[in-house]
């Protein structure tokens, strides 16, 4: 029982990050505790987003909150580990009557190598387990915020929708009006003038002279008449500049929600959660490798390949290839064999002046030189390009320059899962080229691009 009570006692005052024993322990606003070494690194890495969370309870904080270390919190660890706490959790780690003992410790036996690796990953298990609930928690509260701000948005939309046809109502009155107003007075004079001709009509037949002569001044004076050639009408171009300024607006609207549900697409699908972070070293990448042969019904006519498809060489001289659907018809291109699924990692040896190695859909148009074709041109791709001048990194004809050395092996680091698309300047270390972070919808290739006679590129053997 009062074992049980050290356990109680050492979860409450762990941090759910690193699940140790607090370290300088602080207390975020949401009344949370972690080591202050741990939330800041957490805090660090959602800077870009300038919005900062609790990794138990998700609540956000803007601006991020300063850390204050929690002395009540601290005095507690310190006393439970002079209770004995500490030597509980050592204890828990050394082989005791019942347990396997390592047959590599020398002295005092720890546990063998396996079962803390059992009890580390049902550790993760449980954080996966957390992770669970907190991501459906943050999904719900992120639909119900989204529905509110949508609709929101429909609701503002309709009441403008409203405001702009009881505008074009309201003018319609008024301009229907001043019409109406101005036919009336016009059928007035028409009146008048059919009055005057009849008493015009009937003076004309006057036989005698002095009654005419005395009659006609009366009957001929006609008020001042206004021209009715100065009255403008436009019958195809009523509320012409409301249906164009409406049309705009649309156009506008159309843009900003499809350039917003491109980032709310992207925001929406960014992994969250990486089970395993991007290796470090060579040695962690070749616990991935992928060897690449190259398809040779994707291989452009003047591309060779060799040693079992693994190199490919440019030539003068066409190649012997028949007729296929898959065949690049117009650029020196081709495709990997094998679909790149998971976690994976090749490298790519080249020679010459002009080399593409890319990553691309299989879908991505074959036949043709137009940039739906060609390598980092369009939104099916992603390229480096190397060449005796400065290189270069292409995707949706997009292109971002490539900063220091560039070595004859290129590393390709692909996590499909994650989104992540990595190429790396392979030499005595390992330096990062350029790194891709997206969300892959479609099965992907390693590709090639050679364009110079002699350029040459080879997937070697990874060891």
């Known amino acids: 029982m009062e074992q049980k009570g050290v356990e109680l006692d050492q979860e409450m005052i762990s941090c759910s990050i690193c699940f140790d024993l607090l370290k300088d322990p602080v207390t975020i606003p949401c009344g949370h505790s972690y080591c202050m070494s741990c939330i800041k690194t957490q805090w660090d890495g959602e800077d870009m987003r300038n919005l900062h969370s609790c990794p138990q309870c998700r609540q956000t904080f803007t601006p991020r909150p300063v850390l204050v270390k929690n002395t009540m919190m601290a005095v507690l660890v310190e006393q439970l580990k002079k209770t004995g706490l500490g030597a509980a959790a050592a204890d828990h780690c050394y082989a005791g009557a019942e347990d396997v003992a390592c047959d590599v410790c020398t002295g005092r036996k720890l546990k063998a190598k396996i079962q803390q690796r059992i009890k580390d990953k049902q ?4 954080v996966l387990q957390k992770e669970v609930e907190i991501i459906s928690r943050s999904a719900d509260e992120a ?3 989204s529905n509110r701000i949508l609709t929101e948005l429909i609701r503002l939309m309709e009441e403008r929708r409203c405001d702009v046809e009881k505008q074009i109502r309201s003018q319609q009155e008024t301009e229907v009006s001043r019409v109406k107003e101005l036919e009336s007075k016009l059928e007035q004079e028409i009146t008048e003038l059919r009055r005057k001709d009849a008493e015009m009509d009937k003076l004309s037949h006057t036989h005698d002279h002095n009654q005419f002569l005395h009659q006609y001044p009366s009957v001929s004076k006609l008020r001042k008449d206004p021209d009715s050639s100065g009255i403008d009408v436009r019958p195809l171009s009523y509320f012409e500049d409301v249906m164009t300024a409406v049309s705009e607006l649309r156009d506008k609207l159309r843009h900003s929600l499809t350039e917003g549900w491109t980032n709310i697409s992207l925001s929406i699908t960014q992994p969250q959660v990486l089970l395993q972070p991007e290796p470090r070293t060579r040695a962690g990448f070749l616990q991935y490798p992928r060897q690449i042969t190259l398809d040779p019904n994707t291989a452009y006519e003047c591309l060779s390949l060799s040693e079992e498809n ?3 060489t440019c030539m003068i001289q066409t190649q012997n290839y028949p007729d296929h659907p898959d065949r690049f018809s117009k ?17 790519v040896e080249w020679r010459g002046g002009c080399v593409c190695v890319a990553v691309a859909y299989n879908n991505i148009k074959r036949k043709g030189n137009s940039d739906e074709c060609r390598f980092g041109y369009n939104d099916k791709s992603w390229a480096l390009y190397r060449n005796n001048s400065s290189p270069e990194f292409r995707h949706n004809n997009a292109r971002i320059s490539v900063s220091g050395p560039v070595s004859s092996r290129i ?7 994650a989104g992540i698309l990595s190429f790396y300047s392979v030499s005595d270390t390992m330096t990062l080229i350029h790194r891709v972070q997206t969300s892959f919808t479609k099965p992907l290739h390693a590709g090639l691009h050679l364009w110079k006679n002699g350029d040459t590129a080879y997937f070697p053997e990874l060891q």
């Open 143 to 145: 639909v119900e915020k």
């Open 310 to 312: 693994k190199r490919v």
């Open 331 to 347: 650029l020196s291109q081709v495709l990997s064999t094998q679909s790149l699924t998971g976690r994976c990692y090749w490298e």
């Open 123 to 126: 550790k993760d298990v449980k």
């Open 411 to 417: 590393g390709v680091y692909l996590d499909r899962t």
